[in-house]
């Protein structure tokens, strides 16, 4: 149940950003919700991944339906970021604004290196090197920006589905569960 | 089931979940434009939630743009309309400038075609009281050589009488002025008067005098300048407005449009000395302005 809600939340927020973007002075980047969706889902995996990887896949592939990317693009690049999520998640405690906003930014860099990557193997990669890496950097800052305020709404939606007190305070502080 | 069991199969399962989609990318590659019924389904239910959240955020973005955006607005329209008002103010300055300069023109032409000695004044204050018409005049040059009783005049006509003199200014006492009084004839009839103001405060008119019946006048009619004294002769003085013949009177009551329109007046001409005496063997007298200034005369 709430690794399902975490997919809706996911949903909701590309199909507002997706809806709002046009109105931002900023087209030639979109902040990357559904890596920080899909790298939340796995940091905060508890005993299996799998459950995670499902959530995040799904995640990935309804972004790819809203956006219009090729269906599997967003979805593999999800699974990936759920992946590193979760290996980073007994090494590294993601909390406070400073650190989620780096974290958010590495999360950024990485989907944005996994996608390049994915585009390359597809020979879909423009001719300007220079201009995707932009592109990318662009994204992952607008990824670190806007990090501490997906977190914190995943982290809700998370101690809203808690089963126990303990499980909803750890949430709702930012600790894994 | 193993605690490392369960583990290779948690992660064969996650492997197996993150190997579909690169399948499933692959896949779509050969044929990008196909849905499955589950795609169909989710964009049948995410198109009408999109259509929602873009009307409503253009909703909040025409309020945006309709009313909040509207303070920057109101200031730009204050700069607008101060730059409204200064280029009023630039173009008022240069129509006034335009039109000193076809009056300077105009007397200038003046001043060459008539052969009386003149020289120019620019008017410096406008009368203001109905029973004073006097205008008080900045002399160009030549302080001293003006004396009181000289004609000053306009493009169109008489203005009226150097009336006091000090120093660079002088009054002009206006022909509409009730103590303004000058000696002139209607040239179609031949019949002479005197000119004086009407002294009514509503009306820049003048009435001539001494008008003899036996020579009627008609509304239309020309009035100039007789020449006598310092006035020269045929400088035209207004034009006959109204006309009122009684039986027992001895004379018409005549009133006149002047020539000049007293409101505009800028720049003058004083005539210094009237022009030289008409040769007694030509034809005609030469007027002290041109006869295309006289209209029918």
């Known amino acids: 149940m709430r690794l399902a809600a975490q997919v809706f939340l996911s949903y909701f927020m590309v199909l507002i950003v997706a809806a709002l973007w046009r109105y931002v002075p900023i087209a030639r980047a979109i902040p990357d919700l559904v890596a920080l969706s899909a790298v939340y889902v796995g940091l905060t995996a508890r005993e299996r991944v799998a459950p995670a990887m499902l959530a995040a896949v799904v995640m990935g592939y309804l972004a790819d339906l809203l956006i219009g990317t090729p269906a599997g693009l967003l979805s593999t690049s999800a699974g990936v970021m759920c992946l590193l999520g979760h290996f980073v998640q007994g090494r590294l405690i993601v909390r406070g604004r400073l ?34 890496l932009l592109t990318a950097l662009f994204s992952a800052l ?9 977190f914190r709404l995943c982290r809700k939606t998370d101690a809203r589905f808690a089963r126990t007190r303990r499980e909803r305070d750890a949430a709702a502080e930012g600790l894994i569960p | 089931m193993t605690p490392l069991r369960r583990r290779i199969l948690d992660y064969g399962m996650a492997a197996v979940l993150l190997g579909l989609p690169v399948v499933l990318l692959q ?16 964009l049948r ?4 939630l999109q259509a929602a959240v873009s009307w409503v955020v253009e909703g909040v973005a025409g309020v945006w743009t ?21 280029l009023r103010r630039d173009l008022g300055a240069a129509r006034r400038a335009a039109a000193d300069s076809r009056t300077l023109e105009r007397l200038i032409g003046l ?24 205008v008080r005049l900045r002399l160009d040059r030549g302080d001293g050589e003006v004396q009181v009783g000289m004609p000053v005049i306009d493009d169109a006509g008489l203005v009226g009488r150097i009336h006091r003199v000090f120093g660079q200014y002088s009054d002009v006492l206006l022909v509409t002025d009730p103590d303004s009084s000058i000696d002139v004839v209607v040239p179609r ?12 405060d509503d009306v820049s008119r003048c009435k001539v005098e001494f008008l003899e019946r036996g020579k009627p006048v008609v509304v239309g009619d020309q009035v100039v300048t007789f020449g006598l004294g310092a006035l020269p002769a045929g400088i035209p003085v207004g034009m006959v407005s109204a006309v009122r013949a009684v039986d027992y009177q001895m004379y018409q009551e005549v009133e006149i449009e002047p020539a000049v329109r007293f409101g505009s007046l800028r720049r003058v001409l004083v005539v210094l000395s009237p022009p030289p005496p008409a040769d007694p063997d030509g034809a005609a007298p030469a007027p002290a302005v041109p006869a295309r200034h006289m209209g029918s005369y």
């Open chain 2, 45 to 48: 239910i995410s198109s009408p």
């Open chain 2, 189 to 200: 009839t031949g019949g002479r008067g005197w000119v004086t103001g009407l002294a009514r």
């Open chain 2, 111 to 134: 001043r060459r075609e008539t052969d009386a000695e003149t020289i120019g004044a620019r008017v410096v204050s406008s009368s203001i009281n109905p029973s004073f018409r006097v």
């Open chain 1, 99 to 132: 650190v989620t906003a780096a974290f958010a930014l590495m999360v950024g860099l990485v989907s944005g290196a996994v996608l390049m990557a994915l585009r390359a193997w597809l020979g879909m990669l423009s001719e300007s090197m220079a201009s995707e």
């Open chain 2, 66 to 86: 309709g009313y909040i955006g509207l303070v920057d607005v109101e200031e730009e329209n204050g700069e607008l309309r101060a730059d409204n008002e200064r």
């Open chain 1, 142 to 150: 607008l990824t670190a920006l806007v990090g501490p305020l997906v």
């Open chain 2, 27 to 42: 896949a779509g590659l050969k044929d990008p434009g196909r849905l499955s019924g589950f795609d169909q389904a989710v």
